[in-house]
């Protein structure tokens, strides 16, 4: 019983490979954040300790006490994991004690199980001496375990550490699968939602679980439309005093200018007579709205800006500049968005 949602081709090709006794020691998961990653290396942490006949079967000890992480012979490691000696008190990187910590217990045999697995969660958040540390134990690897290294951008990893992991990527999963699971975790009312979560979920199928056990963000993000509609109408100074009041640190900078480029993306679709691809469903006559009062090369051209600002971002740009840089860059509407649906609302009925 495989919890990971849409990841066929790996979960058969584990299968395989348990069956004929081929498991690599070191596993490298790729794929975007809430994709499945650490799911799934729980799930082959289960299967490669499971006691039944098909493993993973979902049944056994080891199977349950591994679901409900009460297992001795796995250990999750990332930056905050508390549990761990770490030096100092400012958690910023996975630091060389954890490592450390790492290496003393693999070397001890398993406890209860046929495997000891240790899953490193944001890998690429190591330090550089804890990624050498790590580079010693993966070359000269103990019997009996199995690393699973999980991140989100392989590049930022030592070649030398990639190249001792077989590389498994997560692909984003179809609309489908995540509607399946939503349909099963969701309630009755809960459901009305469950269309529109998979579309904004964007093939991450954790992004969509979480969101769909928290009904507060659905109201931070007709908010943020709002706003996003209110700055279109509104001057510079407005857009100014805006960013004033906003949190720039990097994260919300960065979940911000990805909800704007969604939203914009969804107005060029729009704009083109592709309604059928719109993400945001529930808003798509705000967006109509939109579409006609914008051009196409003004909505490209913020578009571009948008995409700019992110990759200025990620290369550690102020974050307070880069989004009044960016506004004062966004097309500027010469009446409200309120008021064109009133517009469009007599030329319609005349």
């Known amino acids: 019983m495989w919890w990971t949602i849409g990841q066929t081709k790996i979960t ?16 490298l998961l790729v794929g975007p954040k809430h994709i499945g990653k650490k799911t799934l290396a729980l799930d082959l942490a289960r299967a490669l300790n499971c006691q039944g006949e098909q493993p993973p079967c ?9 679901r409900t992480g009460n297992y001795a012979d796995i250990m999750v490691l990332n930056i905050d994991s508390s549990d761990i000696p770490e030096e100092g008190s400012e958690r910023t990187k996975i630091g060389i004690k954890k490592i450390q910590y790492l290496q003393k217990s693999a070397g001890l045999p398993p406890f209860e199980g046929k495997y000891k697995i240790f899953i490193i969660d944001c890998v690429e958040d190591m330090s550089n001496e804890a990624a050498n540390c790590l580079l010693k134990t993966l070359e000269e690897p103990p019997p009996k375990v199995i690393f699973f290294l999980l991140t989100v951008d392989e590049s930022q990893l030592l070649p030398t550490i990639v190249s001792r992991c077989q590389r498994l990527e997560l692909t984003p999963v179809s609309l489908e699968a995540i509607d399946n ?18 579309r904004l979920a964007k093939g991450c199928p954790g992004w969509a679980l979480n969101i769909a056990a928290n009904p507060v963000y659905f109201e931070q993000r007709i908010e943020k439309v709002e706003q996003m509609f209110s700055l279109l109408s509104s001057g510079y100074g407005q857009r100014l005093l805006y960013i004033s009041q906003f949190q720039t640190d990097r994260k919300h900078t960065e979940e911000l200018i990805n909800f704007w480029l969604d939203l914009w993306r969804d107005v060029m679709l729009v704009k083109c007579h592709c309604i059928h691809t719109v993400v945001n469903i529930d808003q798509l006559s705000i967006l109509e709205a939109w579409a006609k009062a914008i051009t196409l090369s003004e909505i490209i051209n913020f ?24 506004l004062l860059n966004m097309p500027m509407l010469n009446m409200p968005i309120r008021n064109l649906f009133s517009y469009q609302s007599i030329h319609k009925s005349n």
Not at 12 to 27: D, L, R, S, T, V
Not at 58 to 65: D, I, K, M
């Open 12 to 27: 058969a090709f584990a299968e395989k490979a348990i069956k004929e006794g081929k498991f690599a020691q070191a596993y």
């Open 181 to 198: 699971a939503l349909f099963y975790c969701l309630n009755e009312s809960g459901k009305d939602n469950a269309k529109l979560i998979s």
């Open 58 to 66: 979902g049944h056994c000890q080891s199977c349950v006490r591994i």
């Open 303 to 326: 578009i571009n800006h948008l995409q700019a600002s992110l990759l200025k971002i990620a290369l550690n740009a102020n974050s307070q500049l880069t989004l009044e840089c960016l």
